[in-house]
C-alpha cells in the first residue's frame, strides 16, 4: 500500500482559494490513481475529484466542475486538489485516497490507501 499524508487546509472566506496537497510513500506513486473525497459533520463521505495514473483522465462531482481541479507530478509523489470559490458549504474534512490501476473511479469503496485528512473551513 501506499502512505498518504494530506496539507493545505486552512480557513477561508467563501469565494476564496486553497490548493490541498497529498504527498505519497511507499510504493510506485505513478501507479495509482488518486481522488480526493471530503466528509462534512454528520454527513458521508463524498466523492470530489479523481485522477489516473497518467494524469491523463480526471473526473469531478458536477458541484465543483469549473471550480475545483485535480493534478498531479508523478516525479514529485504528489496529487493537488486546487479549490477556486469556494463555498461555505463545502467545509469538510478532505481525504486523499490511492488505488493501484486507472479507470472510473469515484467510490471511497474503489480506493484502498488513505489519508489522515486536512480540514478546510469555508466562512460566509
Known amino acids: 500500500q501506499v502512505q498518504l499524508v494530506e496539507s493545505g487546509g486552512g480557513l477561508v472566506q467563501a469565494g476564496g482559494s486553497l490548493r490541498l496537497s497529498c504527498a505519497a510513500s511507499?510504493?510506485?506513486?505513478?501507479?495509482?490513481?488518486m481522488g480526493w473525497f471530503r466528509q462534512a459533520p454528520g454527513k458521508e463521505r463524498e466523492f470530489v475529484a479523481s485522477i489516473s495514473w497518467s494524469g491523463r483522465w480526471t473526473y469531478y462531482r458536477d458541484s465543483v466542475k469549473g471550480r475545483f481541479t485535480i493534478s498531479r507530478d508523478n516525479a514529485k509523489n504528489t496529487v493537488y486538489l486546487q479549490m477556486n470559490s469556494l463555498k461555505p458549504e463545502e467545509t469538510a474534512v478532505y481525504y486523499c485516497a490511492a488505488r493501484s490501476g486507472t479507470g472510473y473511479y469515484t467510490s471511497a469503496s474503489d480506493f484502498s490507501s488513505w489519508g489522515q485528512g486536512t480540514q478546510v473551513t469555508v466562512s460566509s
Open positions: 511507499g510504493r510506485t506513486f505513478s501507479g495509482y490513481s
